[in-house]
């Protein structure tokens, strides 16, 4: 049984920085790409960043790029996600997935191309 726990969360003012982990269950992630994804009350999943099994391609959605960072280690079955400047839009609930895949230099975009799911970890940006 694979799962995925994600900590890190927490409240953090404008301007500061929180870094969330994803734990995987050993052995899954030399084989799967590994993407967090994030989800505010009222608004649709989005996702956040993506990163290819060999982190040969890693992908930034607009609103983040510059300001996160992923990172992964496939050893130590985790991902991080660095997250600087963080402003109040940031709030969300953040989920990191897993995606089974035999490309290494593939990412994937869509929540329905991913096979397992975190409950996810609360992320709050006041100003």
């Known amino acids: 049984q694979v799962q995925l726990v994600e900590s890190g969360g927490g409240l953090v003012q404008a301007g500061g920085s929180l870094r969330l982990s994803c734990a995987a269950s050993?052995?899954?992630?030399?084989?799967?790409?590994m993407g967090w994804f994030r989800q505010a009350p009222g608004k649709e999943r989005e996702l956040v960043s993506a990163?290819?099994?060999?982190?040969?391609?890693?992908y930034y959605a607009d609103s983040v790029r510059g300001r996160f960072t992923i990172s992964r280690d496939n050893v130590k079955n985790l991902v991080t996600l660095q997250m600087n400047s963080l402003k109040p839009e940031d709030t969300a609930v953040y989920f990191c997935?897993?995606?089974?895949?035999?490309?290494?230099?593939?990412?994937?975009?869509?929540?329905?191309?991913?096979?397992?799911w975190g409950q996810g970890t609360q992320v709050t940006v006041s100003s």
């Open positions: 990163i290819s099994w060999t982190s040969t391609s890693i």
């Open positions: 997935a897993a995606a089974q895949t035999y490309l290494g230099n593939t990412y994937y975009l869509a929540a329905g191309e991913y096979d397992y």
């Open positions: 050993g052995g899954i992630f030399s084989g799967y790409a």
